[in-house]
């Protein structure tokens, strides 16, 4: 049996946003933001950076982060992301920052973690990988606004900041880079 849905935008009765409706039996296909999940990973003092073998993006510095996927906790999420990214095996802390990026429907949750075992590898979307000094960090070239205000935050957390999860900087909303550079129309 196939089913053969048409579909149409409009606001559902008892709603009150345009929403696409299946026309012959009224069931709604609510379109919801995506979650991302990563960590800022510490090892010795020294910060994991992943370089970007994916688009968007690619050839730029990030975190280890990814979508969350169906049937995972968040701290499961940015586990899994740190091992696929990078062949690590971390230790989540705490949860570092709650990041929203409303251009692109997501919102991103972000982890200290502590690297578990000293192993690691590059993974099929990275490039390449490097532990970096706080005065080592490719500032110009790391990947997306969420990227600098994570590696911020984590300084702030390491200075004694309270460990309550941090938010968007003041008026950002993750469309500019922290310089004030637009991102490239399609990147997120």
């Not at 048409?6 to 299946?22: H, N, Q, T």
């Not at 994991?48 to 049937?71: D, K, S």
Request: glycine letters at 8%; one cysteine or more.
């Amino acid at each position: 049996m196939t089913l053969d849905r048409a579909f149409s935008v409009r606001v559902p009765e008892g709603d009150a946003m345009p929403r696409k409706v299946c026309d012959h039996c009224g069931f709604v296909a609510y379109e919801n933001p995506k979650i991302v999940v990563g960590s800022v990973v510490r090892s010795e003092g020294r910060i994991l950076l992943c370089r970007r073998a994916i688009e968007p993006r690619r050839g730029y510095w990030t975190i280890p982060a990814g979508y969350m996927e169906l049937n995972e906790t968040p701290e499961e999420g940015a586990m899994r992301e740190a091992r696929e990214e990078a062949g690590a095996s971390i230790a989540i802390e705490r949860l570092l920052a709650i990041y929203s990026v409303p251009r692109i429907s997501q919102v991103q949750l972000i982890f200290r973690a502590e690297l578990s075992d000293p192993a690691v590898e590059a993974g099929v979307e990275t490039l390449e990988l490097r532990f970096f000094a706080w005065d080592e960090i490719p500032w110009d070239d790391l990947a997306f606004p969420s990227v600098h205000w994570a590696l911020n935050h984590e300084r702030a957390a390491e200075g004694g900041a309270p460990p309550v999860p941090f938010g968007n900087p003041e008026g950002a909303a993750g469309d500019r880079m922290p310089d004030g550079r637009p991102l490239p129309v399609g990147d997120f």
